[in-house]
């Protein structure tokens, strides 16, 4: 079993930056690919990017390349989520997933079988 705590959200001007972390329980956390989503109010929740096992291999969504950057960090069990540039259209609730499936799936909700509880992020023009 495996829990996941995100924490770093908050609210801030355009143009502004936030780094999320998620912090894992339990000794498989090397073993697990980690990802980050987001939802909207109405909207359905979306991927942002994911990073595999030893840190080497990230992707990203459109929408975030060239503006977030994830790293992880398997001594502490931490991933982390650097947001700069940040828009009001970033603004939703964030999610951490960890996953054992390959990359291919990682873009993909039903690919990770823990999530933690969210943390709002707000950017206001």
């Known amino acids: 079993q495996v829990q996941l705590v995100e924490s770093g959200g908050g609210s801030v001007q355009a143009g502004g930056s936030l780094r999320l972390s998620c912090a894992a329980s339990?000794?498989?956390?090397?073993?697990?690919?980690m990802g980050w989503f987001r939802q909207a109010p109405g909207k359905e929740r979306e991927f942002v990017g994911a990073?595999?096992?030893?840190?080497?291999?990230?992707i990203y969504s459109d929408s975030a390349k060239g503006r977030f950057t994830l790293s992880r960090d398997n001594a502490k069990n931490t991933v982390y989520l650097q947001m700069d540039s940040l828009k009001p259209e970033d603004t939703a609730v964030y999610y951490c997933g960890a996953t054992e499936r390959e990359s291919y799936y990682w873009s993909g909700t039903l690919s990770y079988r823990y999530w933690g509880q969210g943390t709002q992020v707000t950017v206001s023009s």
């Open positions: 990073i595999s096992q030893n840190g080497g291999n990230t």
């Open positions: 339990g000794r498989t956390f090397g073993l697990l690919a």
